[in-house]
């Protein structure tokens, strides 16, 4: 295949969670939860239950499908490849790759009409006002458990823009805090519970270091595995300069 490839043949393509309300894919309004919940939902490998006090254990990576990569694009080396991700998940590639600032924007506006495009531009001038250069999205199913982890990693122009924006997007975050130890200059997770046929959990991880943010959403049922997050959002702030 060539460096552009479609959906693996029978997944779905995934929409960036948004969870709060701010300007993030990983930053959802509660209709965007339910809308999240009704795909295939995070990560069944990740069922062992631990717990912040227990040291990060890396998830178990599977052969990713054959021809499928990243989407070429600037900020593709912070986050998940497709052999580092929890077994069975494979790369919803028409979800993934590099995003510019209106698309970013974007994520904020919900509906349609003047509310949509006064969200969006409030999203547009924050972004702006704090030095937003560039994004990268990667997004992954498995199409069995329904298990997704979308990971949105932003890069700014200084390491006082990023530090800016992260503390916007914690203040705007919601559920229940998730104790971990500190990842990168800052972090926080919160876990907000996903009712269905299936119950889940919904974590949200978000975390910075130097003038890179990052927010990584996992679901999974019935529990979310923190210490699975924790140790890929380890991995990830190690590439971040």
């Not at 930053?27 to 939902?41: E, G, Q």
């Not at 052969?63 to 998940?80: D, F, I, N, W």
């Amino acid at each position: 295949m060539g460096a552009v490839v479609g959906v693996p043949q029978g997944s779905k393509l995934v929409t960036p969670p948004r969870y709060g309300t701010g300007h993030y894919p990983a930053r959802v309004t509660s209709r965007r939860l339910l809308a999240l919940a009704a795909l295939p939902v995070l990560l069944g490998a990740c069922s062992s239950g631990s717990t912040s006090g227990a040291a990060p254990t890396a998830p178990p990576a599977t052969a990713p499908v054959p021809g499928v990569t990243l989407p070429p694009g600037a900020g593709s080396q912070l986050v998940p490849l497709p052999d580092e991700v929890p077994a069975g998940m494979i790369l919803i590639v028409k979800g993934s790759g590099a995003r510019d600032l209106q698309t970013v924007a974007g994520y904020s506006g919900t509906g349609t009409g003047a509310g949509h495009d006064q969200a969006v531009a409030a999203a547009a001038a924050k972004l702006r006002a704090h030095g937003f250069q560039q994004a990268y999205v990667a997004q992954y199913l498995n199409q069995t458990t329904g298990a997704v982890v979308s990971v949105v990693a932003s890069t700014y122009a200084t390491a006082a823009g990023a530090a800016a924006d992260y503390a916007d997007d914690a203040k705007a975050t919601t559920g229940e805090l998730a104790p971990t130890a500190t990842i990168g200059d800052a972090s926080s997770a919160h876990i907000t519970p996903v009712r269905g046929k299936v119950a889940g959990e919904l974590l949200l991880l978000r975390f910075r270091k130097s003038t890179t943010t990052w927010s990584l959403a996992y679901q999974s049922a019935p529990k979310v595995d923190v210490g699975v997050a924790v140790a890929l959002a380890l991995k990830l702030v190690s590439r971040a300069t």
